[in-house]
């Protein structure tokens, strides 16, 4: 018994840090929709993430570095209640996002890289 005991103490280690590459969608995994510049140097973005029956997303974090705003569009499990800065709104074709800056200033953050929303 004692070796299944240390083999779960293994795994267990790796598991959480596989259960943490999922907190952040690939480019592929979302479709931005629209980018609309709002009144004063703010943005709504509508994004349709892909349609996953185990993960949702509850909107984005977000970060200010460099004179960039940098969004991260958070993937969760159905199972969890994840924090965010700012909440999705569920939409007519996906979901709304009212983010902080102008397009021009916004790079949206990918597990796979980023993104820079308006040039």
Same mark, same amino acid.
Request: glycine share 4%; net charge negative.
């Given at each position: 018994?004692?070796?299944?005991?240390?083999?779960?103490?293994?795994? /267990? $280690?790796?598991?959480?840090?596989?259960?943490? /590459?999922?907190?952040?969608?690939?480019?592929? %995994?979302? +479709?931005?929709?629209?980018?609309? $510049?709002?009144?004063? &140097? /703010?943005?709504?973005?509508?994004?349709?993430?892909?349609?996953?029956?185990?993960?949702?997303?509850? *909107?984005?974090? *977000? +970060?200010?570095?460099?004179?960039? +705003?940098?969004? /991260?569009?958070?993937?969760?499990?159905?199972?969890?209640?994840?924090?965010?800065?700012?909440?999705?709104?569920?939409?007519?074709? *996906?979901?709304?996002?009212?983010?902080?800056?102008?397009?021009?200033?916004? %790079?949206?953050?990918?597990?796979?890289?980023?993104?820079?929303?308006? &040039?």
């Amino acid at each position: 018994m004692r070796p299944i005991l240390s083999m779960a103490l293994m795994l /267990t $280690p790796l598991s959480a840090v596989c259960a943490e /590459t999922f907190d952040h969608y690939k480019k592929a %995994d979302i +479709e931005i929709l629209a980018a609309q $510049p709002l009144a004063s &140097d /703010t943005t709504r973005l509508v994004y349709q993430p892909l349609l996953e029956s185990l993960f949702y997303c509850p *909107g984005a974090v *977000g +970060e200010r570095k460099d004179g960039r +705003e940098k969004i /991260t569009l958070v993937r969760c499990s159905i199972h969890e209640r994840c924090a965010v800065d700012f909440a999705a709104k569920a939409v007519e074709h *996906g979901f709304e996002l009212v983010l902080p800056a102008a397009p021009r200033d916004i %790079d949206l953050v990918f597990s796979d890289g980023e993104v820079r929303l308006a &040039d």
